[in-house]
């Protein structure tokens, strides 16, 4: 399988460097002959609220470019996984 994969780190995160919290990463993985996600992996605090909205995602990549990260918030470290995994494909048409 040929795969891409994007990664978001809480230390480059501005809540999670607010609250002192740096420790977590989220990784999102795109088969690149379909063009969709196949897996999402989660560590750190707050990783378990991500658990419903991730598994959303799972085979799509569609729904992706309607979501809103607000900011400063711990998802924008998904989102940040989401953009390095699937590239320019967040902009098109899936």
């Known amino acids: 399988m040929d795969v891409a994969v994007g990664k978001g780190?809480?230390?480059a995160n501005g809540r999670c460097l607010a609250e002192n919290d740096t420790t977590g990463q989220?990784?999102?993985?795109r088969d690149k002959s379909i063009n969709e996600l196949v897996g999402i992996s989660m560590v750190g605090d707050l990783a378990t609220e991500?658990?419903?909205f991730a598994r959303t995602l799972i085979g799509t990549c569609e729904p992706i470019r309607r979501?809103?990260?607000p900011h400063p918030t711990v998802s924008e470290t998904v989102e940040d996984a989401l953009?390095?995994?699937l590239g320019e494909l967040i902009l098109e048409e899936c």
Request: charged letters at 10%; zero cysteines; aromatic letters at 32%.
């Open 50 to 52: 991500f658990v419903a």
């Open 9 to 11: 780190f809480y230390k």
């Open 83 to 85: 953009h390095e995994a």
């Open 67 to 69: 979501i809103t990260f």
């Open 26 to 29: 989220f990784h999102a993985v």
